[in-house]
């Protein structure tokens, strides 16, 4: 096997150094458009809600209807377990 030149090893160094440079520079800039693309939707959903009053109090109404939701199914299912543990009692 012969032996590489210091040359050769410096090139071949050289090489790898730049391919992992472009790698992580890609991977830097993947980053740099999603949050682009992030700052983007943030900006025009401040831009519509801002000019727009219904929109927010549609979203507004939406939300504590979900909340209400929420709380009713939780107190279902509270319900639906105070149930089945007392069905369980009954048959020991």
Same mark, same amino acid.
């Given at each position: +096997?012969?032996?590489?030149?210091?040359?050769?090893?410096?090139?071949?160094?050289?090489? @790898?150094?730049?391919?992992?440079?472009?790698?992580?520079?890609?991977?830097?800039?993947?980053?740099?458009?999603?949050?682009?693309?992030?700052? *983007?939707?943030?900006?025009?959903? +401040?831009?519509?809600?801002? *000019?727009?009053?219904?929109?927010?109090? =549609?979203?507004?109404?939406?939300?504590?209807?979900?909340?209400?939701?929420?709380?009713? +199914?939780?107190? @279902?299912?509270?319900?639906?377990?105070?149930? =089945? @543990?007392?069905?369980?009692?009954? @048959?020991?």
């Amino acid at each position: +096997m012969a032996r590489q030149e210091p040359q050769e090893r410096n090139y071949d160094n050289m090489l @790898k150094m730049i391919e992992d440079l472009n790698r992580d520079l890609e991977k830097l800039l993947e980053e740099m458009e999603k949050l682009t693309v992030q700052a *983007t939707w943030m900006a025009y959903d +401040m831009v519509v809600m801002r *000019t727009n009053p219904d929109l927010t109090n =549609s979203m507004r109404h939406l939300e504590e209807a979900f909340l209400n939701c929420r709380e009713e +199914m939780e107190k @279902k299912w509270q319900e639906v377990l105070r149930e =089945s @543990k007392g069905e369980e009692q009954k @048959k020991e």
